[in-house]
């Protein structure tokens, strides 16, 4: 992150590199907030991402919030606390708002200081953690489910990938430290899409030790063979489909997305 950078240095060290464009991959206040992307309009220096209006609203997840409520996008039920509030009295803050929640700084990135609380002493601690890092916490109904993360360029989608981190929450460790954490392609990411459609047929009541390795009740072993069929065909199908798109758009879509980032 460029939390800690200050923005002389950062203005003197691109004037003298004497840059055409700037790639942007920082991470964090400054980084990505609109100020640097600012900084990079007042030299007219151009940059890739996102503008400035864009780059601090998203950093800002309360008015990022009020905007997806605005435009009737859903998102999950929230709200703020700020660091002058009394930790003692979390009760009457959280009220009925009940657990498990999502607590994260209001204006950081990168997951930082994002914690699960599942009991008001989880989240006094939580709350506590928050305030080293930012003025105001976001406080918001944990959703389960799986962690998808899409690129965007220009209205284009580039692709989705699944993340399965080691613990229950992809937070800053997840994304950084932690070695376990994976990361699935769009290939996989259907794969398990159609395991867990497997999992909720009438036929078909459990799933296939094709992909994840998870305890199965004992089965026949012909139904198991069956299913184990039945997943890797339809496997097969969606790798073959998926392949003649391919062949088909990326020197098209390989020529457009350079001519974007150019």
């Not at 640097?36 to 007219?44: A, F, H, I, M, T």
């Not at 406080?139 to 993340?163: D, H, M, P, S």
């Amino acid at each position: 992150g460029a939390s800690g950078a200050d923005a002389a240095d950062v203005l003197r060290c691109i004037r003298q590199a004497r840059v055409d464009v700037v790639f942007v991959a920082l991470h964090g206040r400054m980084g990505e907030d609109g100020c640097l992307q600012g900084l990079l309009e007042l030299e007219k220096i151009p940059y890739t991402g996102s503008g400035v209006l864009a780059s601090a609203l998203a950093m800002d997840k309360l008015k990022a919030k009020e905007l997806f409520l605005l435009h009737n996008i859903p998102t999950p039920p929230f709200y703020t606390v700020p660091a002058t509030a009394d930790l003692a009295d979390v009760e009457s803050i959280h009220q009925h708002f009940g657990f498990p929640v999502i607590v994260k700084p209001r204006a950081e990135g990168s997951s930082l200081a994002l914690t699960k609380a599942t009991s008001h002493s989880e989240l006094v601690r939580a709350l506590a953690r928050v305030f080293e890092f930012d003025d105001w916490a976001l406080v918001e109904r944990y959703v389960a489910g799986a962690e998808v993360t899409v690129g965007i360029l220009n209205g284009q989608v580039l692709g989705a990938i699944e993340v399965c981190p080691a613990g229950e929450i992809y937070d800053n460790h997840s994304k950084y430290n932690a070695a376990d954490t994976q990361y699935f392609g769009p290939l996989e990411f259907l794969l398990n899409a159609v395991d867990w459609a497997l999992q909720d047929s009438t036929l078909m009541q459990i799933r296939s030790r094709a992909h994840f390795n998870r305890t199965l009740p004992p089965l026949e072993q012909a139904d198991q063979q069956r299913i184990e069929y039945l997943n890797y065909a339809i496997a097969l199908l969606l790798l073959a489909g998926l392949f003649g798109l391919w062949r088909f758009s990326r020197r098209r879509h390989l020529t457009r997305l350079l001519e974007e980032l150019a």
